[in-house]
C-alpha cells in the first residue's frame, strides 16, 4: 500500500524535497534534530520527565522502504491546480533511482531512558532531499510512541510496585494500537491484552473474560455460577473471574469463591477476581476480606475501569484509610493488587500529543564546510538550539541526575563544568569535581549510512534502562502533580553561537 511505504509522508516534504533537486541543493549533507519542547500536561496533572520509544519500529521501516514502481506512478499522476505534473519527470526519476534510507545516518538517545526537553533525542544526517522527506514519518513514529510510554511510566509509577496490564486496544487509535501496546510495555506494564504485538515482542498476552460470558450464561445457560464453573473447567490453572456483572459482594465474590473451592478440591488453585465498576477501592477492600475468610489470601483482585495514575494514587491511598474498618491489613490488599489499564494510558487522556519537532540544525556549504542552521522565534523558547550537538547527563555526588547539557559536537565535557540557562544565557551555575560523579553522554550512533551500527537490544533492554533512569532521577521530578523542573542547560560555546546566530539575523532586518 501506498500509505505504508515511502510516500507515508506530508504533501510538503515532496514539494520541498523537489524545490532543494531544482536548485541543485538536494544531495548535499545535511542535519536535522528531533526533540520536544515541553512534557505532557494533562490539566490536573503535568509529566515532569519523558520516556523515550519508538526508534526500533522507525528503523525497521527505514530499513524496508525505497520507491517502488507504485510511488513512481503515483507522484507522475499528481497534478497541479492548473492541471500540470506537480513533480517534474526529472525529480520522480530521481526518486525512482534515490529513493531510500540508505543513505541516512543517526544518533538517538536509546529507548526508554529517561529524556528531558530541546535536547537532541534523535539526529540525522543525510542528502537534504532525503532528509527533509524523514520528517513526517520520523515524528510519528516517535512522537507516538514516546507519549504512550511517558504515560505508561507514570501509571506504572502509581502503582508503587503493582503490576499494570495494558488493557486499551480497543480504544486505541487504530493500528496505533499496536504502537502504543509496545509502548506501554517501554513503559513499564507487565503485560498486554493485544495478542499479536505481545507475541511479535515474545511476551504472553493477558486477560480474563467479559461481562457478555456471564450474560449469555444469565440468558441461556444457567445463569452467573455456572458461567464461572464453565471458565474455571476449561482453564483451571488461570482462573480470573470478572464478579461484577450482577451485583459485586452479593453475587460475584460468593459465586467466584465457591468456584475457587471446588478448583481447590480438584488440585488447583484460583489466580484470581476482577473488579470493572463501582468503588474500586471499598469493593477491593471487601473482596479481599470476603476471599481472606474463605482461606483465599493470596488470590488476585483485577481492577479495571478507567484507571490512570491519579485514579490509582486515590485508590491506593483510600484502601489505606479503609481497610482498617474491617478488619483488613491494608499491605495486604495492595500487595495483591492488578491494575488494568486502557484507554486513558494508551491515549493519554489529558494531553493527546507530544510537542515533538524536527528542526534543520546544520547544512554543508560548497567547500564541505558545516554551516549552523536557526530558526529564530518571538517567543525565547522555541528559538532553537543551532549547529552539530552532544547530549551529555550530568549526575550529582549522590549519583543523581542533576542536568542535561547541550554542547557542540566537538566538545568534551568535564569538570568544572558549566551550564548556561538555555533562554536566559546571564542564568548559569558551576558544578566543580567534588559535585560530579558522572558525566554520560547519551546518544548513540544507531545508523550509518543506512547499516545498523549498535545493537540496542530489544523491549526488555528498553524496560531496563528506563527502570534504571528513573532510580537515578529525583522523587521530586517524578512526582505525579507539580514535579520539580529537571535542568537542562548549554555549554557556554552552544550558548554563544545561538546567541551570535540571533544578533546576526536580527540585525540584518530592515529598521
Excluded at 317 to 329: K, M, S, T
Excluded at 426 to 450: A, C, K, M, Y
Aim: one cysteine or more; proline letters at 5%.
Amino acid at each position: 500500500m501506498l500509505a505504508d511505504g515511502f510516500l507515508f509522508t506530508d504533501h510538503y516534504q515532496l514539494t520541498m524535497a523537489q524545490l532543494y533537486f531544482h536548485m541543485g541543493l538536494h544531495e548535499r549533507r545535511s542535519q536535522f534534530d528531533y526533540f520536544f519542547r515541553a512534557y505532557p500536561n494533562y490539566g490536573t496533572h503535568q509529566a515532569g520527565y519523558a520516556i523515550s520509544a519508538g526508534l526500533g519500529p522507525l528503523l525497521d521501516w527505514m530499513a524496508d522502504t525505497r520507491v517502488g514502481r507504485a510511488e513512481v506512478a503515483a507522484l507522475r499522476a499528481l497534478q497541479t491546480s492548473t492541471g500540470q505534473p506537480e513533480f517534474r519527470s526529472d525529480f520522480v526519476e530521481w526518486l525512482a533511482d534515490c529513493g531510500s534510507f540508505g543513505a541516512v545516518s543517526l544518533w538517538a538517545v536509546p529507548e526508554g531512558r529517561v529524556v528531558h526537553p530541546n535536547t537532541p533525542l534523535a539526529v540525522v544526517e543525510a542528502p537534504l532531499a532525503i532528509a527533509q522527506i524523514l520528517e513526517t514519518p520520523l515524528l510519528n513514529q516517535l512522537n507516538f510512541a514516546s507519549l504512550i510510554a511517558t504515560k505508561a511510566s507514570r501509571v506504572v509509577e502509581a502503582a508503587s510496585g503493582g503490576s499494570v496490564l495494558e488493557f486499551g486496544m480497543r480504544r486505541a487509535p487504530a493500528w496505533g494500537a499496536n504502537t502504543a501496546s509496545r509502548a506501554s510495555l517501554i513503559g513499564g506494564a507487565e503485560a498486554s491484552s493485544n495478542v499479536g504485538v505481545s507475541l511479535d515482542l515474545g511476551y504472553p498476552s493477558r486477560g480474563t473474560h467479559a461481562h457478555s460470558m456471564v450474560q449469555v450464561f444469565m440468558a441461556v445457560a444457567g445463569g452467573e455460577l455456572e458461567a464461572f464453573r464453565a471458565y474455571a473447567d476449561l482453564y483451571p490453572d488461570d482462573t480470573t473471574l470478572l464478579v461484577d456483572t450482577v451485583d459485586t459482594l452479593e453475587s460475584g465474590v460468593p459465586n467466584a469463591i465457591r468456584v475457587f473451592e471446588e478448583l481447590r478440591s480438584k488440585g488447583h488453585e484460583p489466580k484470581g477476581i476482577r473488579l470493572d465498576s463501582g468503588d474500586l477501592a471499598h469493593l477491593s477492600v471487601r473482596s479481599a476480606r470476603m476471599l481472606n475468610v474463605a482461606g483465599f489470601e493470596d488470590v488476585r483482585i483485577v481492577l479495571s475501569s478507567q484507571l490512570d495514575e491519579l485514579t490509582i494514587w486515590q485508590i491506593r491511598n483510600q484502601i489505606l484509610e479503609e481497610a482498617a474498618r474491617y478488619d483488613v491489613d491494608p499491605g495486604r490488599v495492595l500487595s495483591r493488587l492488578v491494575y488494568g489499564v486502557g484507554a486513558r494510558m494508551v491515549t493519554s487522556e489529558g494531553d493527546s500529543s507530544f510537542d515533538g519537532v524536527y528542526k534543520t540544525v546544520a547544512v554543508e556549504d560548497d567547500a564541505g564546510d558545516w554551516q549552523p542552521a536557526i530558526k529564530i522565534s518571538d517567543s525565547p523558547a522555541k528559538v532553537q538550539n543551532p549547529g552539530r550537538k552532544r547530549l551529555w547527563r550530568i549526575y550529582d555526588r549522590r549519583g543523581v541526575a542533576t542536568a542535561d547539557l547541550v554542547s557542540l559536537n566537538g566538545e568534551q565535557v568535564t569538570t568544572p563544568v558549566n551550564l548556561i540557562h538555555p533562554t536566559q544565557p546571564g542564568v548559569s551555575r558551576i558544578l566543580t569535581e567534588p559535585e560530579v560523579s558522572r558525566i554520560e553522554p547519551l546518544l548513540v550512533h544507531v545508523l550509518d549510512n543506512g547499516k545498523r551500527s549498535a545493537d540496542l537490544g530489544g523491549i526488555e533492554q528498553a524496560r531496563a534502562r528506563r527502570s534504571a533512569d528513573l532510580q537515578q532521577l529525583d522523587p521530586g521530578v517524578r512526582r505525579l502533580v507539580n514535579p520539580h523542573t529537571y535542568h537542562v542547560s548549554l555549554t557556554p560555546q552552544l550558548s554563544e553561537l545561538k546567541a551570535s546566530m540571533v544578533r546576526s539575523f536580527r540585525s540584518s532586518i530592515p529598521s
